[in-house]
């Protein structure tokens, strides 16, 4: 029998007042099934959630009361907010510890070394330092970031033995570090096979710091489980719809406190995505002949930014995806970092809601864990990113936590800072876009620092909805303005006067060749889904995801 145990007495071990870790990342293989028994179970609370990033299972648990404290560098849905997160966030229920890519990695290997911290150079001129006096600054300028340990691991696995070992082959987040340093970790599989098995494919995480295995079919849903099934948008709407009705709490009723687990896949129609094949997405057919949209410009905006080099993509960018697939199909050496499978590929995947991190990974020449890639390949390679932050300054300072709105004075709650405020310290070649310039996200001053600018060494480039930014002299300047967009309407989206030079050229649209490799990369337009924002943003992406269901069928 060895370690196998039952989802009811694994998560009873979970009490009230600990810190809680889960594995994998967004919206791929969480333990959402684990995270809905411990709501069934209903007698854990004050919890302090520990991801990389948290999601849907994370908001459920939000929803339920049941949080007091989260720690994570991204709390959202990919495209869309975590409602009861952002709801309590801005309501002062919730205490944010703020944390990035670099400093969970660094804690979590503090904690592996058996030191109280390990130095670096993230946050290095932002505003984070000031919300967490547990990060000091040492005297050689660096700051020290503390160890960190979780009372509790649990880690979604495709398969697993009786004993734990357990194979991961998708996305790794930072599963191997909070399994190794828990005091109690817990594997949840959505299979049990023999040891045999998983020696011939080779453990990713060891039975030595596994101490129980729950073998749960579908276990990650409404997440997904790669190579097993994708992500369920079809939960997810329902899930948003509730929130826009203030009725979450009647959600997590209906659909999560059901009698258990097997019920609670019935209610939600999970077993349907087994029927499901998301590598059906490479083959959708084009979309017809079209005029060039303002997504169309700015993807070859990025696109002309790239030269033979590796480029690094963050979670829910299409946009930079789409202009990676410009510039590779031009001919140019682009090889292609994507933190959606934490791999790397130099093939042109399609862009999918639900099923990209299936062709990613299909494709992948490498994978690592989000540990790796934060503590060594980012630092590495100083790959050209394209960042995406919800504010941006005169500057090249940016902002992803907090801002408030100057009309109604409400303070709006962002994902997360993510890895801005690491690689903003180190690496030159970062560019940055805004899909929807407004004066108020493109500022005289961000509200808060979370990403260093000009002051250390500054973003090279600023792509918006409207326009090019240069920053080569330390500011922005304007260095082309996009068609149909007049310089009144650029200023009036600005938030500082511009100095915009006589007879500024336009921005280069794609032409008949690239607009049609962009209708082969994003038949459903996800590209456009970034330029969107409120109910129109919503309503676009549940329609793609409908039809990328139908398609994969």
């Not at 042109?348 to 060594?376: H, R, T």
């Not at 876009?433 to 108020?440: F, G, K, W």
């Not at 924002?533 to 139908?550: F, H, N, Q, V, Y």
Request: hydrophobic share 40%; with cysteine.
């Amino acid at each position: 029998m060895g370690k196998l145990t039952s989802l009811e007495d694994a998560a009873a071990s979970v009490q009230s007042g600990m810190t809680l870790a889960f594995g994998g990342m967004t919206n791929y293989r969480r333990p959402a099934g684990f995270a809905a028994e411990l709501v069934r179970q209903g007698t854990s609370a004050d919890l302090t959630l520990l991801g990389l990033t948290l999601g849907i299972e994370s908001d459920i648990l939000v929803a339920a009361g049941m949080v007091a404290k989260t720690r994570t560098c991204y709390f959202g849905l990919e495209y869309l907010p975590a409602p009861a997160f952002t709801d309590a966030a801005q309501r002062g229920t919730l205490d944010i510890i703020e944390e990035t890519e670099a400093s969970l990695a660094l804690g979590l290997r503090a904690a592996l070394m058996g030191v109280p911290y390990l130095p670096s150079n993230a946050w290095s001129h932002t505003d984070l330092p000031s919300l967490r006096p547990d990060v000091a600054r040492q005297a050689d300028g660096l700051y020290a970031f503390p160890s960190l340990r979780p009372d509790v691991a649990v880690i979604h696995v495709e398969k697993a033995d009786a004993q734990g070992n357990a194979v991961v082959s998708g996305n790794r987040g930072i599963d191997r570090e909070i399994a190794s340093l828990a005091e109690y970790t817990i594997i949840t599989a959505e299979r049990i096979v023999p040891t045999e098995e998983i020696a011939r494919e080779g453990a990713y995480l060891s039975a030595e710091v596994v101490d129980a295995v729950v073998e749960l079919p579908l276990g990650a849903y409404p997440t997904s489980c790669y190579p097993e099934y994708t992500f369920d948008f079809s939960f997810l709407r329902k899930y948003l719809e509730h929130s826009f009705t203030g009725n979450l709490g009647i959600f997590v009723d209906d659909y999560v406190r059901t009698a258990d687990h097997e019920e609670y896949l019935s209610l939600s129609k999970a077993k349907q995505l087994l029927q499901l094949d998301p590598r059906k997405l490479a083959s959708l057919a084009p979309g017809g002949k079209r005029k060039a949209s303002t997504a169309d410009v700015m993807a070859k905006a990025i696109a002309d930014c790239i030269s033979d080099e590796m480029v690094a993509q963050g979670i829910a960018t299409p946009l930079v995806a789409a202009g990676y697939a410009l510039a590779k199909a031009s001919g140019k050496n682009v090889r292609f970092a994507s933190a959606v499978g934490n791999c790397l590929t130099e093939r042109i995947s399609p862009l999918s809601l639900q099923g990209y991190e299936f062709l990613l990974l299909d494709s992948a020449v490498s994978k690592m864990s989000f540990a790796e890639a934060a503590c060594e390949v980012l630092p590495l390679l100083a790959p050209k990113e394209f960042l995406r932050p919800a504010q941006v300054d005169r500057s090249g300072r940016t902002n992803n936590l907090w801002t408030v709105n100057a009309k109604s004075g409400e303070r709006m709650r962002w994902p997360g800072a993510g890895g801005i405020p690491d690689v903003t310290a180190y690496n030159e070649k970062l560019h940055l876009y805004l899909p929807r310039q407004r004066d108020y996200n493109l500022v005289e001053r961000v509200e808060m620092v979370s990403g260093a600018g000009c002051d250390v060494h500054g973003p090279v480039k600023l792509v918006t909805d409207l326009a090019v930014f240069s920053f080569e002299s330390g500011e922005a300047q304007v260095q082309s303005i996009h068609p149909g967009v007049s310089e009144k309407q650029l200023q009036k989206e600005t938030g500082f006067a511009l100095d915009i030079p006589a007879n500024v050229p336009r921005t280069p649209e794609p032409d008949s060749d690239e607009l049609a490799l962009l209708q082969v990369v994003d038949p459903l337009g996800i590209r456009d889904v970034e330029l969107l924002s409120g109910l129109k943003r919503l309503m676009k992406t549940l329609d793609i995801a409908s039809k990328e269901r139908d398609a994969m069928r």
